[in-house]
């Protein structure tokens, strides 16, 4: 009777078969990517295919270390690794330990190694950037004497700067010994005493610009005691020169705008800073002026002579007001004056003897203001508005109270 097998038996054999193929432990696969997943976990699934047929492929996110790039579908890959069979699904798959670019990507491989080997080394860090010069008058230029990278240099930088010098050194920009040809020229630039160099070529392929990938290149930038500015190429392509360079520009002609000043906008700059400078001083020297002035009150009320005049003038202010208190006290003191002079008129002997009135007194001098006083005989003296007359008295009466009252007075002497 014939055996039966499981699933798991059969697919757990057909494992350890493909395991103990020493061909497929240890394969090179070319092959286009596609259906590229990252995984959570860190893994990448994705598949290879050709024109003739298409397998499975799996990395492990423990492998990913010697992936120098990122996998996207539509490269050409070398998928280095082992097939095996994975018993759940009972499908076989390549297991990636290794991955690299096809063709082209082995420049790129090259590229993406130097360029960490050399950061790591420090030659791209920022604090080994120099400054670019605001006005430049001698440009190094180091690329083809031939081609629109130079005539896009030269137009340009001519048209910011009539005056500007520029120098060319005609390298080899792409093939064999171009590397060599370039740092040569960073070396020769630099040592002419330029102010600033610009070092690059138009846009080509990856093998085309590749002598700015170069280690030579990229330590004759870094070396460089001259500003440097990278042009390579168009704006998408990056090279390690970029990276080492003091600046870099997305192409030549860029590189022109920024190495050379606009001799226009500079005189437009003065023009305007020295109208500003102009209306600034003017300003400070009125402001300077009114403090001056101010500075002249403050001396000037703060001086002796003008606190004596200043002393002097409220000296007599109060004079005057002195006066003035003085004229008015005098004026009420005269008034009052005139009322205690016209009240004592009223009561004073002299003005009721000018009226008709008398002043009697006995033979002592007492006055007499009453009959009760006097006798028959006696001796009076009768004192008149102008003069006194000696008198005896005859006889006497003393008037009723009742008979004035009535209008009837005895009028006996």
């Known amino acids: 009777m014939q055996k039966v097998y499981s699933v798991g038996q059969i697919n757990s054999y057909i494992k350890s078969m493909f395991d103990q193929d020493f061909v497929l432990s240890r394969v090179g696969i070319r092959g286009e990517v596609s259906n590229c997943k990252y995984h959570t976990s860190g893994h990448i699934y994705f598949s290879l295919k050709d024109a003739e047929g298409t397998i499975a492929c799996v990395m492990f996110a423990s492998a990913r270390k ?238 002796p002579e003008q606190k004596l005049l200043t002393q002097r003038q409220r000296l007599m202010d109060l004079e005057d007001k002195l006066q003035s208190r003085m004229s008015a006290c005098i004026r009420e003191r005269q008034h009052l004056l005139g009322i205690y002079a016209e009240r004592l008129k009223g009561l004073s002997p002299l003005d009721k003897l000018s009226r008709g009135f008398a002043w009697v007194t006995d033979s002592e001098g007492k006055r007499i203001y009453s009959a009760a006083q006097t006798g028959k005989g006696e001796e009076l003296t009768i004192y008149v508005s102008d003069g006194w007359i000696r008198a005896q008295v005859t006889d006497s009466a003393i008037r009723d109270t009742e008979q004035i009252e009535r209008g009837q007075v005895n009028r006996s002497v």
């Open 66 to 303: 010697g992936l120098a790039f990122r996998l996207c579908d539509g490269q050409q890959v070398v998928v280095q690794g082992s097939i095996s069979v994975y018993e759940r699904d009972g499908r076989y798959q390549i297991y990636a330990r290794e991955i690299r670019l096809d063709g082209a990507g082995v420049l790129y491989e090259r590229y993406l190694a130097l360029k960490q080997e050399l950061e790591d080394m420090g030659m791209f860090a920022p604090e080994y950037k120099q400054p670019i010069p605001f006005y430049a008058r001698r440009l190094g230029v180091v690329t083809a004497p031939t081609g629109a990278a130079i005539r896009d240099i030269i137009n340009i930088s001519t048209r910011r700067n009539p005056w500007i010098q520029i120098i060319l050194y005609p390298a080899l920009v792409q093939g064999q010994g171009a590397a060599e040809s370039v740092a040569a020229g960073i070396h020769a630039l630099d040592e002419l005493g330029v102010d600033v160099i610009i070092a690059g070529r138009g846009g080509g392929s990856m093998e085309d610009l590749w002598a700015f990938n170069e280690e030579i290149v990229a330590r004759a930038i870094f070396e460089c005691r001259t500003p440097l500015i990278s042009a390579v190429g168009h704006e998408t392509d990056v090279t390690i020169a970029d990276f080492a360079a003091d600046l870099r520009a997305p192409t030549p002609s860029a590189a022109a705008e920024l190495a050379v000043a606009d001799v226009r906008s500079i005189l437009d700059h003065l023009d305007e800073t020295g109208r500003r400078l102009q209306r600034g001083m003017k300003d400070q020297v009125q402001q300077c002026r009114r403090e001056l002035q101010n500075y002249q009150r403050r001396v000037f009320h703060g001086s």
